[in-house]
């Protein structure tokens, strides 16, 4: 649950930055147990953070987005298809912390290694890979009044700061850890001396449960402080006294590094936890793009687009993100001459019009990638849809919020995933793709 909400996305004076060489980090995955390689590589400005399957066949591509978000239990999983990707918050906490927009990772197996169960071998992988500034201007998400988000027994309060700040409480029924607090802000140094060093903890009673789930298959003294009822197993030593809470406060960093900004605020969390943080990160991110500026009205869609009325079904465009995400919406009313037949009495927006919405918006993404040049005689045709789901009836007073990402472009083709929602519900999603063409 929430309440307050009021922040925003904004765009800074700064540059997006990427990394300037290829830099890697070898192991196995503390919960698949699979040997992996995870590479940086320099991205296009406008990319994103983008995860690439090299093991599997097509190499498929995973954004490191919320939508992709597929568990969160013991870590956080993002996937799309049949690509799946285990455990990303240690990385996505280095990337966060080097404030780096635009990067490929590349893996060889299911999951990036867990090393010795810390931030620090990413850190310093990103740190030899260079980063380095490129064109354009990161998104940095602004908090103007304080909220509060729950999940389960995870809370956190989110008031506004001019930096990246977190106060974090853990308590565990254990003599090592009992109650901890730490506060910290998050800057390529702070983080560096501070949090990344920090590693994973679990208590050897759960051992069997979890590896009854499949998880932790990778998992030893090594790669985690490993607990027993008083002591560390195997008499290791810790970091830091309160290294526990340390490390939640890095996992909260690689989880809001989902939200695709960067994030300038104060968050205070009690008890954190992955499923806590992504709840966090969507409030974060939807409350942030409700209340940001319309990037582009009426007037310029109808600029690029060759739909009229009856059929032009975008109101507005009201955030962009490079050349990788497309946020747009379409007013539902009564007035809609599909309502007369579709049903009298009761009144339903077709499946098929809300598609043609969607990709009316990914329209918009995909003309994007010809920005300079003479649009007129130019179309969309889209060539095919997959995965096509609707999830509730969406009726006249609805407000539809499309959001779209740049999946893959190639030349003139690209594909699309598209999900739409109204009132933060998903009512539709699909992928598809399309090619641009001259009339």
Not at 316 to 334: A, C, L, Y
Not at 425 to 439: H, N, R
């Amino acid at each position: 649950m929430t309440s307050r909400r009021s922040c925003g996305l904004r765009r800074s004076p700064i540059s997006r930055r990427s990394v300037r060489r290829r830099a890697s980090v070898s192991g196995r995955g503390l919960h698949t147990g699979a040997e992996t390689e995870a590479s940086f590589l320099p991205a296009p400005p406008g990319q994103g953070i983008v995860f690439r399957r090299t093991d599997l066949s097509g190499t498929p591509v995973v954004p490191a987005r919320l939508t992709e978000v597929e568990a969160v239990e013991r870590r956080t999983a993002i996937g799309k298809g049949r690509a799946t990707i285990h455990t990303v918050e240690h990385l996505l906490a280095a990337v966060a912390a080097h404030e780096i927009d635009d990067l490929t990772v590349e893996l060889t197996g299911p999951e990036p290694p867990i090393v010795d169960g810390s931030v620090q071998p990413y850190f310093e992988a990103l740190t030899q890979a260079e980063p380095v500034d490129v064109d354009g201007e990161p998104v940095v998400l602004t908090v103007q009044a304080p909220f509060t988000v729950t999940e389960g027994d995870s809370s956190y309060v989110v008031a506004p700061a001019k930096e990246f700040r977190l106060t974090v409480t853990i308590e565990w029924p254990h003599p090592l850890i009992g109650r901890q607090s730490g506060s910290y802000t998050v800057t390529p140094e702070s983080f560096a001396r501070e949090l990344a060093p920090a590693r994973t903890f679990g208590f050897a009673s759960e051992v069997e449960g979890l590896q009854a789930k499949g998880l932790i298959k990778g998992a030893s003294t090594t790669s985690a402080i490993v607990l027993d009822d008083r002591a560390l197993v195997n008499g290791g030593k810790l970091r830091w006294p309160d290294e526990f809470v340390r490390h939640k406060a890095a996992d909260i960093v690689g989880d809001l590094a989902l939200t695709g900004a960067r994030i300038r605020a104060h968050i205070v969390a009690t008890r954190p936890s992955h499923g806590g943080n992504v709840a966090l990160a969507r409030t974060l991110s939807r409350a942030a793009k409700r209340t940001g500026a319309p990037t582009m009205d009426i007037g310029r869609i109808m600029d690029v687009l060759p739909h009229r009325y009856p059929f032009l079904l975008v109101d507005r465009i009201i955030e962009v993100e490079g050349r990788q995400r497309i946020v747009g919406i379409k007013n539902v009313t009564i007035n809609e001459p599909f309502f007369q037949g579709h049903f009298p009495g009761h009144p339903i927006m077709p499946g098929v019009l809300i598609i043609e919405a969607m990709a009316q918006v990914g329209g918009m993404l995909l003309m994007s990638h010809f920005e300079g040049q003479d649009v007129s005689d130019k179309v969309v045709y889209f060539m095919s849809l997959d995965n096509v789901k609707f999830r509730r009836p969406v009726v006249p007073g609805d407000q539809i919020r499309f959001e779209l990402e740049m999946v893959q472009f190639r030349g003139k083709t690209c594909k699309m995933k598209g999900v739409g929602y109204v009132d933060g519900q998903i009512v539709a999603e699909a992928e598809m793709m399309a090619m641009v063409t001259e009339k």
